[in-house]
């Protein structure tokens, strides 16, 4: 793939989605699919939701006029489909968590069981491990699993829809530096690059529009399924690298467990304290605070570009580890300066 057919993708993508997103937020409001603020939102004034709509329309788009009909395709549009309509009910009327799950669950199910893409086995810093029979359940765990990182870290104008850009662009980029730009994920991370950051447009805050659930969920899954399209391409070398890359979202997962556990909630139960409420007791603003998210995000970025082309170019993937390892060290600091695990709101505590 040359830079100017990348180029032309995500301007195409890109323009659409832009232009398509004002429609789509007077279709939420004229339906009532509105996000009401309360004493857990951030935002002060309801705010149109399903812009999730206008993301996946890109992607349709992209599909159409780019991408290469396949076996694999089918399932992730069939699969794409189910998450897409389980996160339209929900932005509209609240679905239980039990029956979004199933609905994760059953568009998951789809990519390795329709389209054979199959979290086989994991290689990381010389280590190595086949998960055999287990690949299959391992691999809808593994979609269902950044489904709903992608999904609680949707917090704040332009958190998640901003994260996800920096993933696929990395992606992106890595898949040129290895001359492997030609596989299905390379060319749906450009697609879902340039619908990405047409949504952001209107996003970025004061955002105008939400993506919803239909939203964040549809990008978790495209971004797991990139990531699982991208081992079996050899675009992501290792296991490491899609983790890294959402070091963040997973981060902010695993703590809000932890932090609900202890205080014996929920799991599914919401809360104020996930890692950008934390940077927002810092008294940073929300802005500020999207832009020092967007800053560590773009570290592990780099730190990911530089262990995956390590080995061709500079002869070695060390200097990308040690990079990682700072900012792990860098990231681990800063969420320890904060309360992130131990607190709780006030109302809880009584």
Known sequence: MEIKEV????????????????????????????????????????????????IYGGFL????????HSVQMNAILIGSFIILVTGIFDDIKPVPAKYKLIGQI???????????????DISAFGMYLDFGIF??????LFIVAIINCIN????????????????????????????????????????????????????????????????????GYIIAVIALLGFKNITLTS???????LAIPIMDTLFAILRRAINHKPLGMPDKNHFHHQLLKLNLSKRKTVLLIYLIDI???IASIIY???NRILGTNIYGIIIYVMLLVLTILLIVKTNIIWNHDKKEKK
């Open 135 to 140: 690949a299959y359940p391992i691999t809808i």
């Open 308 to 310: 995956a082309v390590g």
């Open 106 to 120: 059953v568009g998951a199910a789809i990519i390795p069981l329709y389209g054979g893409i199959l979290l086989k």
């Open 239 to 245: 296991v490491i690298i899609p983790i890294l890359l």
């Open 299 to 301: 570290l592990f970025a």
């Open 152 to 219: 609680l870290i949707d917090g704040l104008d332009g958190l998640s829809s901003g994260i996800s850009s920096i993933y696929f662009l990395t992606v992106g980029i890595i898949g040129l530096l290895l001359n492997n730009s030609n596989g299905l994920d390379v060319s749906l991370t450009f697609i879902m690059l340039g619908s990405t950051l047409g949504y952001l447009v209107h996003n970025f805050p004061p955002a105008k529009i939400f993506m919803g659930d239909s939203g964040s969920m549809f990008l």
């Open 61 to 68: 788009l992209g599909y159409m006029l780019f991408g290469q």
């Open 7 to 54: 180029l032309l993708i995500i301007l195409t993508t890109f323009i659409f989605t832009a232009l398509f997103m004002p429609i789509v937020k007077k279709i939420a409001i004229f339906i009532g699919a509105m996000d009401i603020p309360n004493e857990r939102k951030i935002h002060k004034v309801p705010i149109p939701r399903l812009g999730g709509i206008g």
